[in-house]
């Protein structure tokens, strides 16, 4: 592979906060070792949470979040997981009854489908936590270092 010249080096540091192309290619293998990370916990997750002891973990994904109307001890909208990926079940029968019901539904569908997945996903790793303050105080302190 033949080494980079001067005029592709600056095109390939344009557009980035990189003056070097050291500086960018450790950017870039930082950036790939992280998600790595992330794809390894969330396979390790999938694998592990299929053993019958952490059965109690696809229950709650199964069991979901519901959302009844009324009285009526039926769900008007459940998000909820069996397996991979998310689904939605409405009862059709009870989202008739409410008033105004396509743009209630359709926002009870977008709360409790938000809600879920930015769980659903987190909990399995793919998508990474909030950072949390010890995140916050260690990047600033790795800042501040770098100084």
């Not at 396979?43 to 019958?52: D, L, M, T, V, Y």
């Not at 769900?75 to 743009?103: A, M, Y």
């Not at 977008?110 to 990047?139: C, E, M, N, W």
Request: hydrophobic share 30%; glycine share 4%; proline share 4%.
């Amino acid at each position: 592979m033949k080494a980079p010249n001067n005029k592709e080096t600056r095109e390939m540091l344009r557009g980035t906060p990189f003056a070097k192309a050291a500086d960018l290619k450790k950017a870039r293998t930082e950036i790939q070792k992280k998600t790595w990370e992330q794809l390894e916990k969330a396979r390790i997750f999938s694998e592990i949470s299929q053993k019958p002891e952490y059965e109690f973990i696809r229950q709650e994904f199964s069991e979901g979040l519901r959302c009844r109307y009324g009285d009526d001890k039926k769900h008007l909208v459940k998000v909820f997981s069996e397996g991979t990926g998310i689904q939605i079940d409405i009862n059709k029968d009870l989202v008739k009854n409410v008033p105004q019901s396509s743009s209630f539904v359709e926002t009870l569908i977008r709360s409790l489908g938000d809600t879920f997945s930015k769980s659903y996903y987190r909990a399995k790793g793919i998508i990474p936590p909030d950072h949390s303050l010890d995140d916050v105080i260690k990047s600033v302190q790795e800042i501040v270092a770098q100084k």
